[in-house]
């Protein structure tokens, strides 16, 4: 039989045993899980993938330690912004919550977000960053998350000036590789395209350009003019800070042999600026 002695000592061992074990703390308010994939709750996207400018992604993550209130209420906002690596947002913040009463059975749940971001139709290559700002109303508290995806856009060297770029001649309208040498024949169609780049930007990112042709003979004389060939007046929520372009020519089956020059004026309304473009292309 034990002594009282015994049974104390051992009453204050297992006291101190209980309370050396620590107590585990609540997580804190956090965004986890970020993925991005192409369909909604599809196979997360390979850290290393790439998305092209127009293309719609699926972004979704969870919401950890927030505060349950009375009868388990719950009462989160958040926030989600895309922006590009320059920082641009590439569309309208978007905005939701997240206010429920969760059941004993919910006591492990995170609640989820969803948003589709749209990558811009001229979209620079580069890092984005996706950007989500939680809070938690009964908790008064807030956090933040970032997750990063990469884009491929098209190769527009940046000019602080009016400029032409990445000028190319086409043997049809949707010919991807440029011709590596500029050569038609009589009854030919030519196509050219070419990015702009350079113009001024307006309030709400206004942008106004426009461009004409001239095509010399080989004598220097005009054989065809088109001053206002095309014109791009547009304002859009995402900066575009560069503009494709296109034209085209038909020769006629008795078109004379020879080089000719196109003549290719482009016109910065806003900025007040003109550009002058010339390239060469020969009839065999």
């Known amino acids: 039989m034990k002594s009282r002695n015994?049974?104390?000592?051992?009453?204050?061992?297992?006291?101190?045993?209980?309370?050396?074990?620590?107590?585990?703390?609540?997580?804190?308010?956090?965004?986890?899980?970020?993925?991005?994939?192409?369909?909604?709750?599809?196979?997360?996207?390979?850290?290393?993938?790439?998305?092209?400018?127009?293309?719609?992604?699926h972004f979704r993550c969870l919401i950890e330690g927030y505060k349950r209130g009375v009868k388990d209420a719950i009462l989160l906002t958040y926030e989600v912004e895309a922006r590009d690596s320059n920082g641009n947002l590439l569309q309208e913040v978007q905005k939701g919550k997240v206010e429920s009463n969760l059941s004993e059975e919910d006591k492990d749940w995170m609640p989820k977000i969803r948003e589709s971001i749209v990558v811009p139709p001229l979209a620079d290559s580069g890092q984005y960053q996706v950007i989500v700002k939680v809070k938690?109303?009964?908790?008064?508290?807030?956090?933040?998350?970032?997750?990063?995806?990469?884009?491929?856009?098209?190769?527009?060297?940046?000019?602080?000036?009016?400029?032409?770029?990445?000028?190319?001649?086409?043997?049809?309208?949707?010919?991807?590789?440029?011709?590596?040498?500029a050569a038609y024949r009589p009854g030919d169609a030519l196509w050219a395209r070419f990015d702009m780049t350079g113009y001024k930007l307006g309030e709400g990112n206004q942008f106004d350009i426009g461009y004409g042709l001239t095509v010399l003979r080989p004598d220097g004389s005009v054989a065809y003019a088109e001053p206002h060939a095309a014109a791009n007046k547009e304002q859009t929520f995402y900066p575009q800070r560069y503009q494709p372009g296109v034209l085209s020519l038909n020769f006629p089956k008795d078109q004379k042999p020879g080089e000719y020059t196109i003549v290719l004026s482009v016109n910065d309304n806003l900025g007040k600026q003109t550009y002058e473009e010339r390239e060469k292309f020969t009839v065999e």
């Not at 104390?8 to 045993?17: D, G, N, W």
Request: aromatic residues 6%.
């Open 6 to 57: 015994a049974i104390q000592i051992a009453v204050l061992v297992s006291l101190f045993s209980l309370s050396a074990i620590p107590e585990t703390e609540p997580k804190k308010l956090g965004i986890v899980r970020p993925a991005f994939s192409q369909m909604e709750d599809g196979e997360p996207s390979a850290a290393d993938e790439t998305f092209v400018p127009g293309e719609t992604l």
């Open 136 to 181: 938690d109303g009964l908790a008064n508290t807030s956090a933040e998350g970032h997750a990063t995806f990469l884009v491929k856009g098209r190769d527009v060297a940046p000019s602080d000036t009016l400029v032409v770029r990445n000028f190319r001649f086409l043997r049809s309208e949707d010919d991807a590789k440029p011709l590596a040498v």
